[in-house]
């Protein structure tokens, strides 16, 4: 599962996250707002689940496993240095 939340409540995005992810994503933001997402172990992130992401005004953990993203669109979002 690309999509998970981990024991403490983090949700963490893990490997490929493809357009379908971003339902999930979207879900489990709703049912609590304040959760922290860890995008560390992701290696390539659809833009869908970035603009769910973006859309839920929170600060993504750590830098962005998709180098890409990292590169040229982490810099544009608020985020938080360390998971823990």
Do not use: N
Not at 1 to 15: A, F, K, N, P
Not at 17 to 35: F, G, I, R, Y
Not at 63 to 68: H, N
């Amino acid at each position: 599962m690309t999509i998970r939340r981990s024991d403490d409540g983090i949700v963490v995005l893990d490997g490929v996250c493809a357009v379908e992810d971003a339902e999930s994503l979207l879900q489990m933001l709703q049912a609590t707002p304040a959760a922290l997402v860890d995008w560390t172990h992701c290696r390539q992130l659809h833009t869908a689940v970035l603009q769910v992401i973006m859309a839920s005004g929170g600060s993504p953990i750590g830098p962005c496993g998709d180098l890409w993203v990292q590169q040229w669109l982490a810099p544009k979002l608020p985020q938080k240095e360390t998971v823990g």
